[in-house]
Structures are given as structure tokens and as C-alpha cells.
T-cell receptor
Framework: DVKVTQSSRYLVKRTGEKVFLECVQD?????MFWYRQDPGLGLRLIYF???????EKGDIPEGYSVSREKKERFSLILESASTNQTSMYLC??????????????FGPGTRLTVT | AQKVTQAQTEISVVEKEDVTLDCVYE???????LFWYKQPPSGELVFLIR??????QNEISGRYSWNFQKSTSSFNFTITASQVVDSAVYFC?????????????FGQGTILTVHP
């Protein structure tokens, strides 16, 4: 079974703090994704990575950065947390497909509150 | 640009009722994939089905069925004889590819509550 784990289920941070959200998958997937989920907006893609050290911006990258030094690990960084970044953050992984779209496997999510 | 619309924000039914969740998508690509995911109260999204644009056959899996109609750009999901365990948020998603596949565009989600 694919397993995607996230470092924390709940996190409370202060405005201006640097925040690291970690995600690890154990199925040797090439693709990894970070989404944020807000009521009424569904899931919105922040960044994704299709290989080690490779990254692409998603729909809402402002205020975030990512790091992928190892295939199994994808980190989301909030350089200076702000209250509008209070949200549920979901990590996902999938196989890479040139001619096919593979299903994504999701972690349990991190509910981040910035005060 | 791709877009997915789930017009039903919340649906409430009583156990054993049938319920249909609507999904309408927009894309200019002729090759694309559609997905449904379930998010139970625990929070982890669970994959339910993938359908590519060339396969318009409807699919049935137990109490779940999906109706894909390219003519109306819809990919609706029906749960027959609903159960309390079906209570969750359901997301429809689209992957229209490009240079490679993988990036999903999600709908807003439909919150389904099944009452005993």
C-alpha cells in the first residue's frame, strides 16, 4: 500500500515565523504535490515536483517555497507565515506519466493555524 | 485553462436513498482524465475512480456508479442505497495533461451527509 505521511497533523505558529511542512512517501513515486484546502475553494495546487531538485509552481505559489533533495521527501516552506496562510495543507504523490494520468495518493493533512 | 464545477455545496439524505453528485468540467484538450476522490472525516483523500476522455463507458462498482457524458462535459457520481459511512466530502478533478500529466484541477467539493 502507498503511504504518504506528513510530519504534523496540527501546527500552531506565530505571524512571521518560518514554517516547515514535511512529507514522505514510500512508493518510489516521481511526482509529489502540495495543496492547500479551504472551505468552498476545494484543493488548490501550491507546488509540485516531478523529480529530485525539480519543482514547478502551481496555481498559488506566492508566499511558499519547496525543497526536494530526496525522491521520497518533499518539503513545503512558509518563509514568513501570515494569518492568511491558516489552512489545511495536503501532500500527495503519484507515478510520473507522459501519456497517462495516474491517481494521486494523499497524506492525512496538516492543519496549520497562524496567529 | 481547465475548470471543474461541483455546483452542489452540500447534500443531505437519509440512509438508503440514492444520491447523485454532479461534476461539470471545462477544457480545450481532447485528451484528458477525470477523477473522483472521497475525503472522510479523518481527512485523507481516497481515490475512487479514473476515467480517460476516450472511454465513455459508464462504470459501476458495488453501490457506486459513474456517468461520463462528453456531450455535456459531465462526470456524475451516483451512490445507490446510501449508508452513513458514505458521509464525506467528494471531489471531482480533471487532468488535461499538456507536456505531461499529473497536475489536477479540483472542483470545490460536495459535502454529503447521510443520516441514519
Amino acid at each position: 500500500d502507498v503511504k504518504v505521511t506528513q510530519s504534523s497533523r496540527y501546527l500552531v505558529k506565530r505571524t512571521g515565523e518560518k514554517v516547515f511542512l514535511e512529507c514522505v512517501q514510500d512508493m518510489d513515486h516521481e511526482n509529489m504535490f502540495w495543496y492547500r484546502q479551504d472551505p468552498g475553494l476545494g484543493l488548490r495546487l501550491i507546488y509540485f515536483s516531478y523529480d529530485v531538485k525539480m519543482k514547478e509552481k502551481g496555481d498559488i505559489p506566492e508566499g511558499y517555497s519547496v525543497s526536494r533533495e530526496k525522491k521520497e521527501r518533499f518539503s513545503l516552506i512558509l518563509e514568513s507565515a501570515s494569518t492568511n496562510q491558516t489552512s489545511m495543507y495536503l501532500c500527495a504523490s503519484s507515478l510520473f506519466g507522459l501519456a497517462i494520468s495516474y491517481e494521486q495518493y494523499f497524506g492525512p493533512g496538516t492543519r496549520l493555524t497562524v496567529t | 485553462a481547465q475548470k471543474v464545477t461541483q455546483a452542489q455545496t452540500e447534500i443531505s439524505v437519509v440512509e438508503k436513498e440514492d444520491v447523485t453528485l454532479d461534476c461539470v468540467y471545462e477544457t480545450r484538450d481532447t485528451t484528458y482524465y477525470l477523477f473522483w476522490y472521497k475525503q472522510p472525516p479523518s481527512g485523507e483523500l481516497v481515490f475512487l475512480i479514473r476515467r480517460n476522455s476516450f472511454d465513455e463507458q459508464n462504470e459501476i462498482s458495488g453501490r457506486y456508479s459513474w456517468n461520463f457524458q462528453k456531450s455535456t462535459s459531465s462526470f456524475n457520481f451516483t451512490i445507490t442505497a446510501s449508508q452513513v459511512v458514505d458521509s464525506a466530502v467528494y471531489f471531482c478533478a480533471l487532468d488535461a495533461g499538456g507536456t505531461s500529466y499529473g497536475k489536477l484541477t479540483f472542483g470545490q467539493g460536495t459535502i454529503l451527509t447521510v443520516h441514519p
